[in-house]
Structures are given as C-alpha cells and as structure tokens.
Nanobody, 120 residues
C-alpha cells in the first residue's frame, strides 16, 4: 500500500514563506507525476503545481513567480517552496502522486492534507 505523508504547513504572516514536503512510501517502482493541490473553504480543490519525473513543471497562474515545486525521485519526495504568501493562499494543501507504479499496479494517491494559513 502506498502512503503519502505531508508536512510543513502552519500559520504565517503575509509576505512570509513556508516549505511543504510530501514523502511517498510503499512498494514503489516509480512515480510519474507528483504535485500539490489546495482547497479553500467553500471552493473546489485546484491544482497548485505539479512535476513529472523528467522535471517538467506546471503551475497555476496565481502562484507563478512565488511558488517552486521540486522533487527527489530517489526519495519519492516532492516539495513546495512558497514565498511571498498572500491571505488568498490560505487553504488545505494536498499532495498527489499520479501514475504510481507499485507492486499492486498503477494508481493515483492523495495525502491527508496540511493546513496553510496566511494571516496577520
């Protein structure tokens, strides 16, 4: 069974920074795409950033220039460096691993989420 464990959320003032981490564990052969989604109260979950195993990235427009996604393929870990945070970035951030090739086949997995609150 593959599990994703997020860490690094918390409360930060506007303009501050946070770094989220997500580690995947289990009988994993490879993970093609790892990314971060977020869901604010009353809103739909949206993609924030994602990265392929080859290094290609995709960001939602509202975070371009402020957030940076990176990953360590050997550790099956993805990171999200968030700078210049704004109150509108407040949400629960979820890690996602897509096209995970493991001992049980190919699947998509989600973490339980970590709260990010940007407030003065």
């Amino acid at each position: 069974q593959v599990q994703l464990v997020e860490s690094g959320g918390g409360l930060v003032q506007p303009g501050g920074s946070l770094r989220l981490s997500c580690a995947a564990s289990g009988s994993i052969f490879t993970i093609y795409v790892m990314g971060w989604y977020r869901q604010a109260p009353g809103k739909q979950r949206e993609l924030v950033a994602k990265m392929t195993s080859g290094g290609s990235t995709n960001y939602i427009d509202s975070v371009k220039g402020r957030f940076t996604i990176s990953r360590d393929n050997l550790k099956n870990t993805v990171y999200l460096q968030m700078n210049s945070l704004k109150p509108e970035d407040t949400a629960v951030y979820y890690c996602n691993a897509d096209s995970v090739v493991s001992a049980t086949g190919v699947s998509n997995y989600w973490g339980k989420g970590t709260q990010v609150t940007v407030s003065s």
